[in-house]
């Protein structure tokens, strides 16, 4: 059975997927170059190569398994043609995305960014606007394992938690959860707003107008899910109002961030590069749960993180 991968595991680790029972070929999608030779591929371990190659090449393919959670990248009318099973690396980012949305949420509500730059300019000044987190409403957009994560540790600040997702079912750690139908009244109630919903055509610009119309006036918002899921010109009107006190973003619609955008401008806004996912343990997990995958593959077993397509997660 052939395995294409396109990111490089350590050496010890690609021996440990070949003695599974696979045949391993390795090809770096950045510069990837597909031959004859690999198109009787059976399974591809990868993050995004399809702009580079038509996965009706490989008639043999059964089995994508993406080193991504997302899944926008994916061309999903060709998978559901071909019959391909689509798995993600869902809760492989979970806990460094968790861990940043804890860690902006404070620096927001304690004034970080504020003190960082009177430090540089030697400045000792007081500030008792600083809030507290306990007694807050935080709400996520999106209830799946990064939601899931960070809810968890924000239990100990003694905040209520209130989860909108498609279908609204409930999720460990939230008090509440509601389907996306209720999203303007649940907004409503929220001191803070979280994006971790996955990007599909339902959830293209989900944050529009009328959402933010439906926000508290000063509402911390942060996004860590995909930029497209908050229409940009209508989040920058809001951050210009005041009705966004401020965002944390680390996602935007157009990457990188044009140097034109406005939002780099803005005092209440903290922006990162898509970095929210970064820790010295993303690679290991990303071996962990192909090769567990890869394991049950093999030995005809039930797949983890399996992607409904039709159902868009």
Excluded at 91 to 119: H, T
Excluded at 239 to 255: M, N, T
């Amino acid at each position: 059975m052939k395995a294409l991968i396109t990111f490089r595991y350590k050496d010890n680790e690609m021996k440990n997927l070949e003695n599974l029972g696979f045949e391993i070929i390795f090809k770096d999608e950045r510069d990837i170059n597909f031959s004859e030779e690999i198109k009787d591929i059976d399974l591809m371990v990868c993050f995004d190569p399809f702009n580079k190659i038509d996965i009706e090449l490989f008639p043999n393919l059964k089995w994508i398994q993406l080193l991504s959670a997302g899944i926008n990248q994916v061309p999903i009318d060709k998978i559901l043609d071909q019959d391909i099973i689509l798995t993600n690396n869902r809760g492989g980012y979970s806990i460094p995305i968790a861990e940043w949305i804890v860690l902006k949420i404070l620096e927001m509500i304690k004034n970080s960014r504020e003190f960082y730059d009177k430090q540089n300019k030697k400045i000792w000044k007081m500030d008792t606007s600083i809030l507290e987190l306990y007694g807050k409403t935080v709400g996520f957009i999106g209830t799946g394992s990064i939601a899931q994560e960070a809810a968890k540790r924000l239990e100990g600040f003694g905040v209520k938690l209130l989860g909108i997702s498609s279908r609204g079912k409930n999720a460990n750690h939230f008090h509440q959860c509601f389907s996306i139908d209720k999203i303007n009244d649940i907004v409503s109630q929220c001191d803070f707003l979280v994006i971790a919903a996955p990007y599909t055509d339902n959830t293209h610009h989900l944050i529009d107008e009328n959402v933010f119309s439906s926000m508290k006036n000063g509402t911390y918002l942060i996004n860590i899910a995909r930029g497209s899921i908050i229409d940009e010109n209508a989040l920058i009107n809001n951050l210009k109002s005041g009705k966004i006190k401020k965002a944390a973003l680390d996602v935007f619609e157009v990457e990188p961030l044009s140097e034109d955008s406005p939002l780099w401008e803005m005092d209440n806004v903290i922006i990162s590069p898509h970095n929210s996912w970064a820790s010295e343990m993303y690679s290991r997990r990303r071996y962990e749960i192909a090769y567990e995958n890869m394991k049950r593959y093999i030995n005809k077993e039930e797949l983890i993180n399996v992607v409904n397509l039709k159902m868009g997660y």
